[in-house]
């Protein structure tokens, strides 16, 4: 195993360490984004260059429920399940 994945109490991806290389990859924890779109064309699939370089509108954040869903010899793989503005999301890495 190369890498040495870590999350926070939020669900985020708080640290990424390569074992070869002895360092951190990361300079920040990776968050998932909640971001304002009002595209001129194609609104249900479209996001205009101007919606994509404002900052996020809020972030996803914790509580996470975080579940290990395969632990095999050669993976791991993860459901983080969290809550936001009204919504679920769930996501799985592996």
Known sequence: MRYVVKLDQNGDV????????????????????ISTDNPEHW?????????????????VTGPAK?????????????????AAEGSNFIQQSG
């Open 14 to 33: 708080s640290s990424i360490f390569d074992k070869k290389l002895k360092r951190e990859m990361l300079s920040a924890p990776i968050r998932l984004a």
């Open 43 to 59: 609104p249900a699939w479209n996001m205009d260059f101007e919606d994509e370089k404002r900052p996020p509108r809020s972030y």
């Open 66 to 82: 975080v579940t290990i869903v395969e632990s095999g010899p050669a993976r791991v793989a993860l459901e983080v399940e969290r």
